[in-house]
């Protein structure tokens, strides 16, 4: 019943053609897929994936144990972050990985027209992120904060800082996956590299996801 | 836990950065409580729960891809609990 062999990692290339859709007639052959359990992306970028992982849960933990012994310190230097962009940023990057998602259900469905538009709008936010982040920064320089200010204020300039770099390699691969939907170059026989940059996006997200509450609304 | 179309990840998404925001906003994180604090996290634990399960797709993943992923989840939300805990002792 399967189109493809699975590996015992369940992370291969499924570019080839799927016999159990074909056989059967009706299925489609994306759904003829989704019926093994299969990793979505490439096995080499999710295993940096789990190494990213694990470099930032030593961060965000540092900064949690590190507060631990300069609690007002840390509440009184969170209070001059503006909350209200840590929030947009939030939605920014959910909105960046819901468009994502249905870029890669779209070329799936073989409508590279449509995918290209939700990578544009993915882009768009990654966009919106950088520019609301940069204007964070910017005020921060201007107000005299420096990494050598406080403890806050190193892992707030590190913790965001390498998040901020994560943003914009995951731009870059959408910027390259934008141009390549467009030309209709993957499609429901190949969206390997589509779903391996969409897998590195999720997990620029997923990181935003805990460093919003423990930096922004912690106190 | 149930599958929801994308859209509606997206939505749910939404609303509980709203929840989250909310408890900044109001000044409910802090005071030396743990409540809101343990809200917000397992709040931020469904939000990661979904884009795991239905963004990164490990919902059709191999069982070890997708516990990895989740452990790593639990176990930084729930060390950051614990750090904080250790602050109001």
């Known amino acids: 019943m399967h189109g493809t062999t699975p590996t015992a990692l369940g992370s291969e290339s499924n570019g080839s053609h799927s016999v159990a859709g074909a056989a059967a007639g009706t299925h489609h052959p994306a759904q003829a897929q989704d019926a093994t359990p299969r990793l979505r992306g490439d096995l080499g970028v999710w295993l940096v994936i789990l190494m990213e992982l694990l470099t930032f849960a030593i961060l965000f933990v540092s900064f949690a144990f590190a507060r631990t012994r300069e609690v007002p310190l840390f509440n009184a230097s969170q209070a001059t972050l503006d909350l209200n962009a840590g929030a947009l940023n939030t939605v920014l990057l959910i909105s960046g990985s819901w468009c994502v998602a249905c870029a890669v259900a779209a070329v799936r469905r073989n409508a590279s027209v449509a995918g290209a538009r939700w990578l544009l709008g993915a882009l768009a936010c990654g966009g919106g992120f950088v520019v609301v982040k940069l204007g964070e920064y910017a005020q921060k320089l201007a107000s005299g904060v420096d990494l050598s200010t406080n403890t806050f204020y190193m892992f707030y300039i590190l913790l965001t800082g390498f998040h901020f770099l994560h943003v914009v390699v995951g731009m870059l691969a959408l910027a390259y996956l934008w141009v390549k939907t467009r030309r209709g170059r993957y499609g429901s026989h190949d969206c390997h590299a589509l779903e391996t940059g969409a897998a590195f996006w999720h997990m620029v997200d997923l990181l935003w996801i805990v460093l919003f509450p423990l930096v922004y609304v912690m106190r | ?89």
């Open chain 2, 1 to 89: 836990m149930p599958a929801f179309s994308r859209t509606q990840v997206w939505l749910i998404l939404l609303a509980i950065t709203a929840t989250t925001y909310w408890i900044g906003e109001a000044g409910l994180s802090g005071h030396g409580s743990m409540a809101p604090v343990l809200a917000m996290f397992g709040l931020a634990f469904a939000k990661g729960l979904l884009v795991c399960l239905d963004f990164l797709e490990l919902r059709h993943a191999p069982a070890l891809w997708r516990w990895l992923v989740l452990g790593w989840l639990a176990l930084v939300l729930a060390l950051i609990v614990l750090a904080y805990w250790i602050s109001l002792r």
